[in-house]
């Protein structure tokens, strides 16, 4: 139980073009979804926080208007990265909280590697 | 907010010995620390985690030890295989920053046959 899924799993777009990422609590509502991003070799970097109908939290030095996040409904939450540039390249993953809070741990999208060319 | 340092940042062990690596973190009301498994390309796996209520917690050939007072936690893998070989994470949550997972920096764990 509680997976989720996320879409795409790949892309690759040119560069000045947005690119949405979902992902969608299957069998568990996701009151709290997390978004990070993972450059190689290095660790996962919290993005942002979001509560379903409330806005993202975004962490110090992540553009709020260029990684847009949309928690409209507990199954599905949406990062949408406007305007990408090569920078941009990473691997993006979602993870939700299970149970408020986490008392039940957390579960992770499968990750999506996102090229700007 | 939380800060989870984590060492070594790599490890190469051969077939069969053991692997420990530990992580320390700052927020002394954190209370859930996981272990995650990541690949290359893929998810984090949890492996193993263990709440500030317990000391100790053990599943086959991983184990996990928390030290609440040093502020430091532990992974032990016994019996290591070369399938073991994969990046590792620590983590805390539930301190300051309430569910937010934050990482340690990773392990990278090679075990040569």
């Known amino acids: 139980g509680a997976v989720v899924s996320q879409h795409p799993s790949w892309v690759i777009c040119k560069s000045g073009t947005s690119v949405k990422i979902e992902c969608r609590s299957l069998?568990?509502?996701?009151?709290?979804m997390f978004w990070y991003r993972q450059f190689p070799k290095q660790s996962l970097m919290l993005m942002a926080t979001s509560n379903e109908g409330s806005k993202a939290t975004y962490e110090q030095g992540v553009e709020k208007d260029k990684f847009l996040i949309n928690h409209a409904s507990l199954t599905l939450s949406t990062l949408t990265v406007t305007s990408a540039h090569p920078e941009d390249s990473s691997f993006y993953i979602c993870?939700?909280?299970?149970?408020?809070?986490?008392?039940?741990?957390?579960?992770f999208g499968s990750g999506t590697r996102l090229t700007v060319v | 907010g939380e800060n989870v340092e984590q060492h070594p940042s790599t490890l190469s062990v051969q077939e069969g010995d053991s692997a420990v690596i530990k992580c320390t973190y700052s927020d002394s009301a954190s209370n859930y620390f996981p272990w995650y498994k990541q690949e290359l390309g893929k998810r984090p796996q949890l492996i193993i985690d263990i709440r500030s209520n317990v000391g100790e917690k053990k599943d086959q050939r991983i184990a996990v030890t928390l030290n609440k007072t040093a502020k430091h936690f532990s992974l032990h893998i016994t019996e290591t295989q070369p399938e073991d070989s994969a990046v590792y994470f620590c983590?805390?949550?539930?301190?300051?920053?309430?569910?937010?997972?934050?990482f340690g920096k990773g392990t990278m764990l090679l075990v040569s046959p």
């Open positions: 983590a805390a949550s539930g301190g300051s920053g309430y569910s937010t997972l934050t």
């Open positions: 993870s939700a909280s299970i149970g408020q809070g986490g008392t039940y741990g957390y579960t």
């Open positions: 069998d568990f509502q996701a009151t709290t």
